[in-house]
Nanobody
């Protein structure tokens, strides 16, 4: 299977910044879209930002102008630069990738998920 490992989470004060990284590994044939989701206590998991293999991006309205998603296809990595953080950004952030792999074969793809990284915004 494909493994996704997130890093970069932590505690930051309101107005601060964090940069999350996600590294994919395993028997990967190709990766299509990659995205970041988050889940706050008592809330549903929501899409924060997504990016296609062609570089097209989309963002949740709540993070537009503050967060930037990017990817490095050569490294099978995706990043989330988070600026002007607010307490309501506090959540576990998850990386996901749609990929073809040794597990799926070339004809199929599936979504793989990382274990999540905690982001806490508090003074």
């Amino acid at each position: 299977q494909v493994q996704l490992v997130e890093s970069g989470g932590g505690l930051v004060q309101p107005g601060g910044s964090l940069r999350l990284s996600c590294q994919a590994s395993g028997s990967i044939f190709s990766i299509n879209a990659m995205a970041w989701y988050r889940q706050a206590p008592g809330k549903e998991r929501e899409l924060v930002a997504g990016i296609t293999n062609g570089g097209t991006t989309n963002y949740a309205d709540s993070v537009k102008g503050r967060f930037t998603i990017s990817r490095d296809n050569a490294k099978n990595a995706v990043y989330l630069q988070m600026n002007s953080l607010k307490p309501e950004d506090t959540a576990v952030y998850y990386c996901t990738a749609s990929a073809r792999s040794l597990e799926t074969g070339w004809a199929l793809s599936r979504n793989y998920w990382g274990q999540g990284t905690q982001v806490t915004v508090s003074s």
